[in-house]
């Protein structure tokens, strides 16, 4: 055992609503009141609080942990932020677990908010600078290009059906229907119908995502003492884990998320699983995509890898299955207001191991759970394990806990009413940023204004890295030598991408690609592809670079205009959007 | 090697709904003119602009307590230059009001001159739109 034992035993959450009258304090205030509620304490019983939010660019608050402080109760209290992206949810309450577990504090609230409305034009744009500035961005990427690239490099890797990856949609939104709180129920919803949905970026298509929302979730969290005085059914952290892949995500394994991997090692071994697959009977995987719910399962080695999908079309990921996965409804289903969705999986688990899960109940006894999400630059992977009372004492109410969402709010406003609300206030962020690529980057751009593709090496690991680094993140060294590598490649992966960042159709899609250049190690870097029609487009085809003329070149990364395939029979004529002339 | 500078904005802007609480304060400081509060009596604590919970105990509040017209100044400060380093035609005064009732203070123009301790009341505009600048400022009684 790690520390002292600790409990959850209390949760509450709002209704994940669209666009939200209240302000993000407000929607703290109203998950933390419900959650007070639900463990029947008062504040003042709370040594310590614990909140997480996602990006400050959502909300322009550029503090936003104690901006939103008073309505998580963090007034004259031991209070922090913590902040790993869209694996915060997740996180907090491993924040929450250790500031418990350490001796710090008996009792712990724990507090996810997250309102994504109030970014215009679109919440996506506080995403942006999460692309490298200097490689990528000059690119004009959207944050769904990263979701494509990586599903269509799992479907390919596995053989996968669309259909099979779209049950999983069908089954989360079809379970939200039984949640009070959910944004996007839907008890009819087909399989076809995500397969007729709006292509977004190839494979991704409208129904495969989960919305913008606005929300939050709160839990109380005990040690093992003062759970056992306020509850005679607290259900345990039996195990935490969380791990962090390489910040450079076109280097990763896209097809198989080792970091949740690695999360799950860690918290299975505090919780003594050793066949996860026998000794989990819930699970919430982190479910933003479709491909993800699945993808973080066979992460969470739950099943095997590319085996997921054919059980959840086969129905042992649904409610009433051998394995229960997002029996909440999920972020596809509920809503992903970002922090507030990953700690809705805890409060989800907390409900059904105390059967207190109403209609969403799952089937028999189930006594573990697992909880997890995903975020960052989308490696990091955040984990929990949670147990019902080991000790024999079931303690299940077989009630279903009132919901405060139903009593609690938020107001949900239409877009007309959001446009017109009374005191509303517009206000740009007005910043402008100038970026230094740095020596390795810097050389790397002067190399291809001669067209040339400049590597560093390792000769500690052996790689060769492009674009280039001062360092080797792995050995944690300075790299050892340059060398120059043909301005030829592999496409790893690609997307057909029909939409700009905000949302807005695209005349000729792009086709961004991520593309390892021959003698490069550790996947590749991202691009964009040209010549090409986008049906012919495949994994594993061979391109090359083609340059910009001389008197355009720069030293960017839009020296190079896009990449072709090398095979001229499956070339065509340019089009003219296929370039990439759009900074953003 | 050659210095560069890789140039970028960040393409955001914000529209924020002033919440349940401060729409209660905004919509009575619009229609009739007066300042909403919002009273926890167990904390003893009245909050302006309305909140709809206390800080100190999370209770639920409601916009029920009236507050002002006049106040005190508890603060203040002159401002000569704007927010990039400019300076200013004429200086602006900036107080921290406690209106009667509140706890808590608002921060606006001070029109006029007083001190710390010093008595004032609201300007409000006559065309109101429920907004911070529906009050002109405070000037000395």
């Known amino acids: ?584 | 090697m050659t210095v560069r500078r890789i140039e970028g904005v960040l393409p955001v802007a914000f529209r924020y709904t002033p919440g349940v609480g401060n729409t209660a304060f905004f919509e009575a400081l619009r229609d009739r003119g007066t300042f909403l509060g919002a009273r926890c009596a167990d904390c003893g604590v009245t909050y302006l602009p309305a909140r709809i919970f206390c800080e100190r105990c999370l209770a639920g509040l409601m916009p029920d307590t009236e507050c002002g017209p006049e106040g005190t100044v508890e603060s203040w400060t002159v401002a000569h230059e704007d927010a990039d380093g400019l300076p200013l035609d004429l200086p602006v005064t900036f107080a921290l009001v406690r209106l009667d009732g509140a706890d808590t203070v608002l921060l606006h123009k001070l029109l006029g001159s007083t001190d710390i301790g010093g008595r004032v009341r609201p300007v409000l505009r006559p065309d109101r739109a429920a907004s911070i600048l529906d009050l002109e400022g405070f000037e000395p009684i």
């Open chain 1, 1 to 584: 055992m790690t520390g002292r034992r600790v409990a959850v035993v209390g949760a509450g959450m709002t209704r994940f609503v669209r666009r939200a009258q209240e302000t993000g304090k407000e929607l703290a205030f109203q998950a933390s009141r419900a959650a007070l509620d639900a463990a029947e304490i008062k504040l003042d019983r709370v040594d310590a609080v614990c909140l997480t939010s996602a990006p400050d660019a959502f909300d322009g608050v550029h503090r936003k942990g104690d901006y939103l402080a008073d309505g998580a109760g963090g007034w004259n209290k031991p209070f922090i932020r913590t902040y790993v992206g869209g694996g915060s949810g997740v996180f907090t309450a491993i924040q929450g677990w250790y500031t418990v577990a350490s001796g710090q504090a008996d009792v712990v609230l724990c507090v996810a908010e997250e309102k994504m409305s109030s970014c215009q034009p679109h919440p996506q744009g506080a995403f942006l600078t999460i692309f490298d500035n200097i490689l990528e961005r000059p690119l004009g990427p959207n944050l769904l290009w990263i979701f494509a690239l990586e599903m269509n490099r799992y479907m390919q890797r596995y053989g996968l059906d669309k259909r099979d990856i779209a049950a999983v949609a069908v089954k989360n939104k079809r379970n939200a229907a039984d949640h009070p709180a959910a944004l996007l129920g839907q008890a009819d919803i087909s399989v076809d119908d995500v397969l007729a949905s709006d292509v977004l970026a190839w494979p991704v298509q409208r129904l495969d995502v989960s919305p913008i929302s606005d929300g939050a979730v709160a839990i109380i969290m005990a040690s093992e003492d003062a759970a056992r005085r306020l509850t005679d059914a607290p259900v345990w952290v039996d195990g935490v884990g969380w791990n962090l892949d390489s910040t450079y995500w076109t280097n990763r394994d896209l097809s198989y998320p080792e970091y949740v991997e690695n999360a799950a090692r860690m918290a299975y071994g505090m919780a003594g699983i050793t066949e996860p697959r026998k000794q989990i009977h819930i699970a919430e995987p982190y479910d933003p995509f479709d491909y993800k719910e699945l993808h973080h399962l066979e992460g969470l080695l739950l099943f095997d890898k590319g085996k997921a999908p054919e059980a959840a079309a086969a129905g042992v990921t649904a409610r009433d299955g051998d394995l229960p996965c997002c029996p909440s409804g999920g972020l596809l289903g509920v809503g992903n207001p970002i922090a507030a969705a990953g700690l809705m999986k805890i409060a989800e688990l907390f409900w059904q191991l105390r059967g207190e899960a109403g209609a969403r109940q799952v089937p028999g006894t189930p006594e573990r759970g697992v909880a997890q999400a995903w975020g960052d630059l989308m490696q990091v992977g955040t984990v929990v394990v949670m147990g019902k009372d080991r000790d024999g004492r079931l303690g299940t109410s077989g009630q279903q806990t009132v919901q405060p969402a139903t009593l609690l709010g938020p107001t949900s406003l239409s877009d007309a009413q959001f446009r017109s609300a009374s005191g509303a206030v517009e206000t740009p962020l007005d910043v402008r940023y100038a970026w230094d690529p740095g020596d390795a980057v810097g050389a790397f751009l002067d190399g291809l204004r001669d067209e040339r593709i400049l590597a560093t090496t390792c000769v500690s690991c052996g790689r060769t890295l492009v674009p280039p680094r001062a360092f080797c993140e792995r050995c944690f060294r300075p790299t050892d030598a340059w060398r120059e590598l043909p301005a030829v490649g592999t496409v790893e992966t690609f997307s057909i991408c029909h939409v700009t960042w905000d949302m807005r159709p695209l005349d000729q899609p792009e086709l961004p690609a991520v593309i390892r250049i021959e003698g490069s190690s550790d996947g590749g870097f991202l691009h964009l592809l040209g010549e090409v029609a986008p049906d012919d487009v495949r994994i594993g085809m061979s391109v090359e670079a083609v340059w910009r003329p001389m008197d355009d070149r720069t030293g960017s990364i839009l020296d190079i205009a896009y990449f072709r395939p090398r095979e001229p029979s499956v070339r065509r004529e340019l089009v003219a959007a296929a370039v990439a002339e759009v900074g953003s």
